[in-house]
């Protein structure tokens, strides 16, 4: 027996005879088990046709849940590698082969592939995958399904019944940092889409490429019960691994005598923005509080941002020409030259609200364990007006763990200058262009405090010349995943230190 597919059968009309038939026309000898776990059971000719086929074997029965579904389908495999094909999805006939060829490697316990995607338009196109790297984020794709080895399964305790949302994503926690998680590069199943998806209108506002509906903000809309779910499996992996912080914080302190020439330093980095940052000074220069400068760190403009700059005249403001090559080192050159206290984020087409900084320094001042503050923010278009769909992000499934799998902790942020030293500034090696806030945000938690302060005191404006948007997909996804995996090694080192262990 070469491979065990298990097919789930949820409606009576779902075309599971052709599914069956793609399979029985793979080569050599497949099995298919045929879960039935539809609660009312209408006559299907169809059905009957399926069961009369060799290799078919039907169960009926439904299962409490997805983990349900699939231990059972393991433990009744006959083969060594086991796969959940879910409706409308047909292997193409290299499957079984390119999939063998994978798991001939001992060390790999589970694969994923590349697929095709058949809109009902007619329309083809193939969606790449990206090759795993340990990730230990959720949102990876993994594609619309999984192969497993049946063996790893069962040494591994199956997958976990208690758990409705990140079965499979708990089971590939338990294993990838002892078994390979394979990639396959090329596409070997086709999903029929027979309708197209819906699309969330919002969507174009964000300019945000990703999965789901509202694209990379996707994740920060999961329900209660998935957030907790999942962020429960995740915390779960890192005591498994002794990467979960439970330590006091330290205070960030100062001597007596410190003393600053302005009590905040706001670090504009930027890069042909002319059309957006008058607005964006001026909702500092506008606003409650009067104690600060503000350095626009001009990276090799050429649509004249650095005369727009220099026409806005007022004392506070001053034009750095850096010429870099990374926002990192443009971020860096600012926090050199800065003479605040304080480092306050600002992108150069974002927005303050009128008492962000009263606010923040607020804060800071009667909180000496926060390294960072952040606030919550607002999204809003290219022209200024609020995404209402969204809502306010407040990123509340932010705490020092859980922010090693969520994308990164909010704006505005506002940091003590010494600690942003501390750390020896933004990361241009590693994350020059993309991660080093997420990077250095991981650093600060590790230590100090990173508080969420209540109130919406950012605007973050969405065009399709995002920087994030521009960026590199393979970049953004890996740029992050090793920010998370450099700060694993330091926490588990950190937590060995604390316990006295060599």
């Known amino acids: 027996m070469r491979m065990s597919f298990i097919l789930p059968l949820y409606e009576s009309d779902q075309d599971i005879q052709a599914q069956v038939n793609a399979i029985q026309r793979l080569p050599g000898?497949?099995?298919?088990?045929?879960?039935?776990?539809?609660?009312?059971?209408?006559?299907?000719?169809?059905?009957?046709?399926?069961?009369?086929?060799?290799n078919v074997r039907y169960f009926s029965r439904a299962h409490r849940n997805r983990a349900a579904l699939f231990n059972d389908g393991v433990a009744n495999a006959a083969a060594a590698l086991v796969c959940v094909l879910p409706p409308d999805i047909f292997p193409e006939p290299e499957f079984v082969e390119e999939v063998e060829a994978a798991f001939r490697d001992e060390r790999v316990a589970m694969a994923y592939s590349d697929y095709r995607i058949e809109n009902a338009d007619g329309t083809v196109r193939d969606e790449k995958l990206w090759p795993f790297q340990n990730n230990i984020d959720e949102r990876f794709s993994?594609?619309?399904?999984?192969?497993?080895?049946?063996s790893t399964v069962l040494d591994q305790g199956k997958f976990n019944e208690d758990l409705n949302y990140a079965e499979e994503y708990d089971f590939r926690l338990r294993i990838q940092d002892r078994w390979a998680v394979q990639h396959?590069?090329?596409p070997l199943y086709r999903c029929l889409m027979k309708e197209a998806p819906p699309v969330d209108p919002v969507l174009s506002k964000l300019h945000s490429p990703g999965a789901g509906s509202k694209g990379g903000f996707s994740y920060l809309f999961y329900t209660p019960e998935m957030e907790r779910e999942i962020e429960f499996v995740f915390k779960e992996y890192l005591k498994r691994i002794g990467a979960f912080l439970t330590h006091e914080n330290a205070v960030v302190a100062y001597p007596d005598d410190a003393a600053f020439e302005v009590m905040v330093?706001?670090?504009?980095?930027?890069?042909?923005?002319?059309?957006?940052?008058?607005?964006?000074?001026?909702?500092?220069?506008?606003g409650t509080y009067e104690d600060f400068e503000i350095l626009v760190v001009d990276n090799g403009s050429t649509d004249g941002t650095q005369d727009e700059v220099r026409s806005i005249g007022d004392p506070r403001v001053r034009l750095i020409e850096n010429d870099g090559t990374c926002i990192a080192e443009a971020l860096n050159r600012g926090i050199r030259e800065a003479r605040g206290k304080y480092i306050a984020q600002l992108d150069s087409d974002d927005e303050y609200m009128p008492d962000?900084?009263?606010?923040?320094?607020?804060?800071?001042?009667?909180?000496?364990?926060?390294?960072?503050?952040?606030?919550?923010?607002?999204?809003?278009?290219?022209?200024?007006?609020?995404i209402e769909e969204l809502g306010i992000i407040k990123h509340l499934e932010y705490?020092?763990?859980n922010i090693l799998r969520v994308d990164g902790a909010g704006a505005l942020r506002f940091?003590?200058?010494?600690?942003?030293?501390?750390?020896?500034?933004?990361?241009?090696?590693?994350?020059?262009?993309?991660?080093e806030d997420y990077d250095m945000v991981l650093k600060i938690s590790e230590k100090y405090d990173v508080d969420r302060v209540h109130k919406v005191l950012y605007?973050?404006?969405?065009?399709?010349?995002?920087?994030?948007?521009?960026?590199?997909?393979?970049?953004?996804?890996?740029?992050?995943?090793?920010?998370?995996?450099?700060?694993?090694?330091?926490?588990?080192?950190?937590?060995?230190?604390?316990?006295?262990k060599p």
């Open 415 to 435: 940091f003590h200058k010494k600690v942003l030293e501390e750390f020896d500034l933004y990361n241009v090696e590693n994350y020059g262009n993309f991660g």
């Open 459 to 500: 605007r973050y404006r969405r065009h399709a010349d995002n920087t994030d948007v521009q960026r590199p997909a393979a970049m953004k996804v890996y740029n992050k995943n090793n920010a998370r995996q450099d700060a694993l090694k330091r926490r588990i080192a950190l937590n060995r230190r604390l316990s006295g």
């Open 184 to 186: 396959i590069a090329k």
């Open 265 to 286: 330093s706001i670090v504009i980095p930027i890069l042909n923005r002319r059309r957006f940052i008058r607005r964006t000074i001026d909702t500092v220069l506008n």
């Open 29 to 54: 000898e497949n099995e298919i088990i045929v879960f039935d776990e539809r609660l009312h059971r209408p006559e299907n000719p169809g059905l009957q046709a399926v069961l009369s086929q060799a």
């Open 399 to 401: 705490d020092r763990n």
């Open 142 to 150: 993994l594609g619309y399904f999984r192969v497993y080895r049946k």
């Open 356 to 386: 962000t900084l009263e606010t923040m320094v607020a804060y800071m001042e009667t909180h000496p364990k926060c390294g960072l503050a952040i606030s919550y923010y607002d999204l809003i278009d290219e022209d200024g007006n609020p």
